[in-house]
């Protein structure tokens, strides 16, 4: 894991003092960036140093901790809040923080709530480089003529002439091939359309089958593939099917 940095911000010295002592001992591979007592200085610190983690207090003059965060545009970082009152917790969690300390600070209920930030960001850098891994061999692969299908179990890199078809649903894709299975990725159907050759064509807002696969075509509206699937084809897509023929 990179370096995880943080800003602690409380308008009480003596609490700014007693959170960062406590950071340092018992998360040392922390990096804190800097402590602020003053609100309007931590935003714009907070804006260009976007820290993994902010301990932020609720109740400060002039700007309290929600009012705070309503300040920041993009809230990238895991927010723990600090506060004397449990009941700003429930407020706490509808600001997306990811827990919240009482003071007089103790020290496992500190390391609980840091674990649980630490643990969000690890899942989210890894969402992020798996993302980055998918990209990364999209752009390779569909050069040679194939699809990357993520999937529940991994990925499937599937060949473009064994696809007969594919089927959108609730934002899920079914990928129909050739030897009568169907793989399910969870990219929905327009995520497949820029990485597709010229040989398929979208036929319904559902459904794109794949050209060279095609066997019929019903008037009533529908295009029979090879293994005699029928896939409906909508009006306005029906011209342009058959001016390809015409």
Known sequence: MSTITAILVDDEISNLKGLRKKVENLFPKIEILGCYQKPE?????????????????????RINGFELLSQLKQIHFQVIFVTAFSEYAIEAFKENAID?????????????AVDKALTVIKTQKKSDNNHKLVELLT????SNNKIIVPTTKGMSFIPQDEVMHLEGYEGYTKIHLINNTTIISSYNL????????TNFFKCHKSHTVN??????????????L?????VPISKTNKKAFLEMFT
């Open 190 to 197: 327009g995520k497949f359309e820029n990485l597709l050759s």
């Open 100 to 112: 919240y300390v009482l003071k007089p600070i103790d020290n496992k209920d500190l390391i609980v």
């Open 211 to 224: 050209l060279e696969k095609v066997r019929h075509f019903e008037n009533e509206g529908y295009l029979v």
């Open 226 to 230: 090879e293994n005699e699937q029928r």
């Open 41 to 61: 200085e931590a935003i714009k610190e907070i804006k260009k140093k976007q820290p993994s983690i902010l301990f932020l207090d609720i109740q400060m003059p």
């Open 139 to 142: 752009s390779t692969i569909a």
